[in-house]
């Protein structure tokens, strides 16, 4: 009972928040500021409580011991969100699919380029990435000559095992329609509800690689376009800034960036094009 009593008082002293967003930080720039530290001890207890840590300080030390790398996987893990489904945002894959890939398909048919090259940028459990493979697939409408392939990436070992296994429930796949259910996804009875499994089609379109942002990219480009939503809200100006530059880098000419519906880039200096909220183009 005193052990019990203990650990749901636990504190986060300032001196170890500072620690632990600049360990943070330096690691993979997300800015936990102070408006984050109720987030960061409530998140963060859990996993004190379940490994029987009495402070942060010594959770911490534990963490920076771990020479495998897998517990601090679990404290990015633990401090970022993984909500998302099937089309979140659609008004993305809307653009994307009226807009920018039929011109863009007639364009490199009329090149001789066959081609199409995306990234999905913190790509959390998949569904992000397997939507945009599914709205390719859908556009090239069945035609073989075409080499697709996403990059789908995020900095969390144990989100990304959940994308690559690609099963997911009801909630998370009812934006899709029955016609697209029928050709992408294979119904898979559980005790605990229905799960549905992507299938071979959308997991051959797709590589999937743990990717901190901060370091070296393993991707050339020339990319058509990339999705990074709800990435930039945990970095601060600076961080985006770079993050802006590198991505406009690897994008064709009039490649599309497509962000989050919290995010904006005012105040940074870029080469894009405002299209429309939270898609830009490539000047």
């Not at 990015?76 to 890939?101: A, C, G, M, P, V």
């Not at 990234?119 to 998949?126: I, L």
Request: glycine residues 4%.
């Amino acid at each position: 009972m005193m052990n019990t009593i203990f650990l749901n008082e636990i504190t986060l002293s300032e001196d170890e928040f500072s620690e632990i967003s600049d360990i943070v930080y330096k690691h993979c720039g997300i800015n936990l500021h102070s408006g984050k530290k109720e987030l960061v001890r409530a998140r963060l207890a859990k996993r004190l409580r379940s490994n029987h840590f009495r402070t942060f300080s010594d959770y911490m030390q534990y963490v920076l011991d771990d020479e495998t790398g897998r517990e601090f996987s679990i404290l990015i893990d633990s401090l970022s969100t993984n909500l998302t489904s099937f089309f979140r945002e659609n008004q993305h894959f809307d653009y994307l699919e009226k807009s920018f890939l039929p011109g863009l398909l007639e364009r490199k048919r009329k090149e001789k380029n066959f081609k199409i090259r995306a990234w999905s940028a913190g790509c959390s459990s998949g569904e992000e990435a397997y939507s945009i493979a599914i709205a390719l697939l859908e556009a090239i409408e069945g035609s073989g000559q075409w080499d697709i392939k996403i990059l789908a990436s995020d900095i969390s070992t144990r989100i990304l095992e959940t994308a690559m296994n690609g099963c997911y429930d009801d909630t998370r796949i009812s934006p899709v329609s029955e016609d697209l259910r029928r050709k992408y996804l294979i119904k898979d009875a559980h005790k605990n509800g229905d799960k549905y499994k992507v299938n071979q089609k959308l997991k051959d379109v797709i590589v999937f690689k743990y990717l901190n942002l901060m370091n070296d990219w393993p991707i050339k480009g020339p990319l058509d376009f990339i999705f990074c939503r709800n990435v930039m809200i945990y970095f601060d100006k600076q961080t985006q800034q770079t993050l802006i530059n590198r991505y406009t880098d690897l994008l064709d000419r009039e490649g599309l960036l497509f962000t989050g519906h919290s995010e904006s880039l005012t105040g940074i200096q870029h080469k894009l094009k405002y299209v429309q909220a939270t898609i830009y183009k490539k000047l």
